[in-house]
């Protein structure tokens, strides 16, 4: 099989419009949840063709259901009339962390599930812990054995007040799913408010659920004898439009993304505009122009509606070319400054110390070869690469196409110098 890398050359601002479709962070749940209706069929609308999908799809498969995927129409069906309760395997548990969420739909349906470890980016602890001890409170036991954790409710699981230390946006999508056919009302305390828990929601209610709440920190969910098919469009993906305006920043261009709603990236605009970013919206629209270099100004991740943790990667590539010093601390994630090093072999002055990164900003970026460490480190190193003079090589892209649809060619479509080669066929034509 061949190992990809993107060949960028530096230099040229991205100029014109581009379009994002569902969001990544929506519909893997949504696949999940599609496995607990009991009639009719799921259809998922305007669906991106990312390896993250490909593999819950795999996943569902294996599971029992039908799917289709016609790629060309972004359209997902899935019949879950003939889905088995079978253990998630390791195999496909193991290359996303959303994958773990199949528990609540399986407990939903079945009332018991047993399912692999999950694994993902390397970015830090992400604790299943807080899914666990939400479904003990629900009436689940739990054993683990193997590399498998088993929950089994003994019946559907029961109606009660749940909560989390800190929101979680998977763990907040995993009960809900477990308590949209359980025995009575459930309330979840502390719950993620991020847009795709909202429109994963809408997505439940369309099915039948009855769900209040969601989008503010307390949801109720009452639970329902079954659950049908539905016809559901998710909201566009903010996190992949995020980084193409940010590309506007790095690269002093003009970038305008449809498919995504302003609100749901209100504290990044307003962090563009703090770096001189000239900031235009219309419903389903965001345009970004920057004129000069950037000015450095200073980011903390937070829970939604603060600055999203994943687009942190591209705005300390933007920091890198600003003019002045500006500091970054991550909140969510201790492993999440893994960019810094390759940023620092494209010539980035950064320092680490903690949790926080304090980023000195040069006119230019130079070329150099970088890798990849997760889906959004990926990205931001592309970014760094169309501001830098002379060639990047970005390795390990595997990463990025877990997140993001034909890269390459949506920034080639913006007038970006990259290109999609074989690692090796391109070392040796050198």
């Not at 994963?200 to 659920?209: E, H, P, Q």
């Not at 620092?344 to 304090?358: C, E, K, P, S, Y």
Request: glycine share 10%; proline share 5%.
């Amino acid at each position: 099989m061949a190992l990809d890398m993107f060949v960028i050359e530096g230099g040229k601002p991205l100029e014109g419009t581009v379009a994002v479709k569902g969001a990544k962070n929506a519909v893997l749940p949504m696949l999940c949840a599609s496995l607990m209706p009991t009639e009719g069929d799921v259809v998922l609308r305007n669906i991106p063709d990312l390896a993250d999908i490909r593999t819950m799809i795999k996943l569902l498969q294996y599971m029992g259901a039908e799917v289709e995927f016609d790629v060309d129409k972004g359209l997902l069906t899935i019949n879950p009339s003939n889905v088995e309760n079978k253990p998630a395997p390791y195999d496909l548990v193991r290359k996303m962390r959303a994958s773990f969420m199949i528990m609540g739909a399986l407990l939903a349906r079945f009332g018991n599930a047993k399912v692999s470890q999950p694994g993902g980016c390397a970015i830090g602890a992400r604790p299943v812990n807080w899914h666990i001890n939400n479904f003990k409170r629900m009436g689940a036991e739990i054993s683990e054995s193997h590399g498998y954790l088993e929950a089994d409710c003994g019946g559907k699981p029961k109606g009660t007040v749940l909560y989390f230390d800190r929101p979680s946006h998977t763990g907040t999508e995993n009960v809900m799913m477990a308590a949209a056919l359980g025995d009575g009302t459930t309330t979840i305390i502390n719950a993620a408010t991020d847009p795709e828990v909202s429109d994963f929601a809408r997505f439940l209610t369309a099915m039948g659920a009855r769900i209040k709440g969601a989008g503010g920190p307390v949801i109720n969910v009452e639970g329902v004898d079954r659950l049908r098919g539905a016809d559901h469009i998710p909201i566009g993906d903010r996190l992949e439009a995020g980084t193409y305006l940010f590309g506007a920043l790095v690269t002093r261009g003009e970038v305008t993304v449809k498919g995504v709603e302003p609100e749901h990236l209100s504290v990044v605009l307003l962090k563009m505009k703090e770096m001189g970013a000239e900031v235009e919206s219309s419903p389903g629209e965001i345009t970004v122009k920057m004129k000069g270099r950037p000015k450095a100004v200073d980011f903390t991740t937070a829970v939604f509606p603060g600055f999203p943790t994943d687009l942190q990667p591209a705005a300390m590539t933007a920091l890198t070319v600003s003019e002045g010093t500006g500091f970054i601390r991550e909140t969510i994630f201790e492993n999440r400054f893994l960019h810094v090093m390759e940023l620092m072999r494209l010539g980035a002055n950064i320092t680490i110390n903690g949790d926080r990164a304090t980023v000195t900003g040069a006119p230019y970026l130079e070329g150099a070869e970088v890798m990849a460490s997760d889906i959004r480190a990926g990205a931001a190193l592309v970014l760094a690469g169309l501001a830098a003079r002379g060639t990047t090589e970005v390795l390990r892209i595997y990463h990025v196409d877990r997140g993001y649809e034909n890269i390459e060619k949506k920034l080639a479509g913006l007038g970006a110098a990259i290109e999609r080669v074989d690692q090796f066929t391109w070392e040796k034509s050198e």
